[in-house]
């Protein structure tokens, strides 16, 4: 795993697009399998529980174990969440009468903690190759003309070659051969 600290800018983003995913999931999930949908203000409550909750954990980037399990954890208070404040007549009659209706609550909100993981995961992943790919490539060339000075303002000193060395390389290079392309005894089509 790799331990790259998150920017500062983007540690906000990354908590609210968790926090998006997740919770939407688990709601729709815990909706569909409870026959009726989570109200507003528990989505809204949860939303920001689980946003802050990520944006303490958004400070560097986490493996697809680390992202895992906290959704799995997180899914379980929010199936809780979600049967608290659920306050109808259907819902609580379904925990009460059904017993078979908490395993599907489980499997809901189990497959929405795997499908968020793979997902978030592999989010992490390519939002940390961007922001490689953007320094290396935009940044750190930036940087380099910024702060080094231009080749023309200093003088320029012509060192002569050696000899010696042109002539050992003329030499050792002469019975190089130069081979490109597969092996003579690869596979042809």
């Known amino acids: 795993m790799n331990t ?3 920017p500062r800018n983007a540690r906000a983003a990354r908590a609210i697009v968790f926090a998006g ?5 688990s709601a729709l999930g815990h909706g569909a399998s409870a026959g009726h949908s989570v109200s ?3 989505f809204i409550v949860a939303f920001a529980a689980t946003g802050s909750m990520a944006w303490a954990l958004a400070d560097r980037q986490r493996g697809f174990f680390a992202i895992g399990g906290g959704l ?4 379980a208070v929010l199936h809780v969440w979600f049967g608290m404040s659920s306050m109808s ?3 609580a009659a379904s925990e009460t009468i059904d017993p078979h209706s908490d395993g599907g609550m489980f499997a809901a909100h189990a497959a929405a903690a795997l499908v968020c993981a793979v997902w978030l995961w592999r989010g992490e992943l390519a939002f940390f190759a961007l922001l490689a790919t953007l320094y290396t490539r935009i940044l750190a060339p930036l940087l380099l003309v910024l702060v080094h000075p231009s080749v023309d303002s200093e003088p320029r000193t012509v060192v002569e070659a050696d000899h010696r060395i042109e002539t050992l390389r003329a030499g050792v290079l002469r019975h190089v051969m130069a081979r490109r392309g597969p092996p003579v005894g690869a596979v042809r089509f």
Request: proline share 6%; no cysteine.
């Open 4 to 6: 790259v600290p998150a």
């Open 21 to 25: 995913v997740a919770v939407l999931l």
């Open 40 to 42: 507003v203000s528990a």
């Open 72 to 75: 799995a954890v997180m899914q």
């Open 89 to 91: 007549a259907a819902h």
